[in-house]
Nanobody, 124 residues
Framework: QVQLVESGGGLVQAGGSLRLSCALSGRTFSSYTMGWFRQAPGKEREFVAA????????RYADSLKGRFTISRDNAKNTVYLRMNSLKPEDTAVYYCAAVAYAYIVTMTTDYRYWGQGTQVTVSS
């Protein structure tokens, strides 16, 4: 059984940075495409970024390009999301997700495994 555990969320002022981490256990990490999603209060869960198992391909939500960076360390079974120049509208619960695909997918329904989420709050 695959388990995903996110960490690194918290309260940050606008313009600040955070790095989220997501550790996968239970299966071979390098077999999975990993994604980050977020859900703000009263809104649907939305795609943030994804990375293939090799790290050779990444994709971002258009509105986040240039501020967020996804990366992975297969030796540590961990995927990261670096968030810079944070804005109050980035406030949300951020979720890590995994699927045993070799290519990028961006829909919530594409992903099989989900973490419990980590809260990110950006104050103005």
């Amino acid at each position: 059984q695959v388990q995903l555990v996110e960490s690194g969320g918290g309260l940050v002022q606008a313009g600040g940075s955070l790095r989220l981490s997501c550790a996968l256990s239970g299966r071979t990490f390098s077999s999975y495409t990993m994604g980050w999603f977020r859900q703000a209060p009263g809104k649907e869960r939305e795609f943030v970024a994804a990375i293939t198992w090799s790290g050779g391909s990444t994709r971002y939500a258009d509105s986040l390009k240039g501020r967020f960076t996804i990366s992975r360390d297969n030796a540590k079974n961990t995927v990261y999301l670096r968030m810079n120049s944070l804005k109050p509208e980035d406030t949300a619960v951020y979720y890590c997700a995994a699927v045993a695909y070799a290519y990028i997918v961006t829909m919530t329904t594409d992903y099989r495994y989900w973490g419990q989420g980590t809260q990110v709050t950006v104050s103005s």
